[in-house]
């Protein structure tokens, strides 16, 4: 049994798995998905340590779908990168991250939105421009945006990225690495790209509290990270923090900033504007 969808989709074979149908069908739905208004974003405060100071949000994916109700992003970014969806979702994403920081006045409050940004869309000859042009639109500073990109997407033409991040920075568009620590190249990508952002992948954060056995190496290794970012010109994020040690121990280490469920977890539109 095989029916074909709208725009030829396969939506059932018999050799396929559950998981493989399962993926099939929501890559099918999601075609179209942010032209429905299922899209949406969630926003996680970021602040300034140690006053703790809003310095910004990072914009959060979510898929209201109209049968499986509300989506997280790890169910469907990878399934929208495989089939090239990413970049209808993506130019979505940074419509929509844009409209809401002009909406919130980021310009006059010097507020920073965070945007998720996939290879694909990353690697497109265009990309710089469309970043510009979006600014221009919607009446935003480059300070006001910044693009967090992952190591593994960078890898693999490292001089192009390397300029692309440089015409980012003149346009003042602050370029994050994302999940800093948890890939295999991040020291030789520090060394070549100019990220003006180090994000600390949560993972890290785990074992700072003084009752993990691995305290003391989780403290070393975060006191190196912020030696490297200082000496490399760069900021530092740390992002998961869950507990108020977590938050005294990255003050004492001079982290810049940070976000985590302990400040605030991803918010709707409305409940972050609350906190502006
Ligand atoms: P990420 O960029 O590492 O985002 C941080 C994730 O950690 C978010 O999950 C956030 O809700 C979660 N988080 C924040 N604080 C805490 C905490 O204190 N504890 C714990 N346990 N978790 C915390 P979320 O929203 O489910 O996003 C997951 C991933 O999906 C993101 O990881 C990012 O890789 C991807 N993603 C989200 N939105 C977009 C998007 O618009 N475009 C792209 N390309 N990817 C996106
Ligand atoms: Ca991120
Ligand atoms: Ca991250
Ligand atoms: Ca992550």
Known sequence: VKSQGRNGAVRFMPHMSAEEQRRRNLEFDLRGAAARGELCLYYQPQYSLPQRQLIGFEALVRWQHP????????????????????????????????????????????????????????????????????????????????????????????????????????????????????????LSLLQNLPFHLLKVDRSFLNDLLYSSSHFNRAFTLLEVVMKLAHNLNMRVVA???????????????????????????????????GLL
């Open 67 to 186: 049968k499986l109700g509300l989506i997280p992003p790890m169910q469907f970014i990878p399934l929208a990168e495989e089939s090239r969806l990413i970049l209808e979702v993506g130019n979505w994403v940074l419509h929509e991250a844009c409209r809401q920081a002009a909406e919130w006045h980021f310009p006059e409050r010097r507020l920073c939105m965070s945007v998720n940004i996939s290879a694909l869309q990353f690697e497109q000859p265009d990309f710089v421009a469309q970043i510009q042009s979006l600014l221009g639109q919607y009446g935003l500073n480059g300070e006001n945006l910044a693009l967090e990109l992952t190591e593994s997407m960078v890898q693999r033409d490292q001089a192009h990225a390397a300029d692309s991040i440089q015409r980012l920075q003149d346009l003042g568009v602050r370029v994050a690495l994302d999940d800093f620590g948890t890939g295999y190249s991040s």
């Open 239 to 273: 992002e998961g923090i869950e507990q108020e040690e977590q938050y005294e121990l990255l003050c004492r280490l001079n982290c810049h900033s940070a976000q985590g469920y302990w400040f605030a977890r991803p918010l709707p539109a409305e409940a972050a504007a």
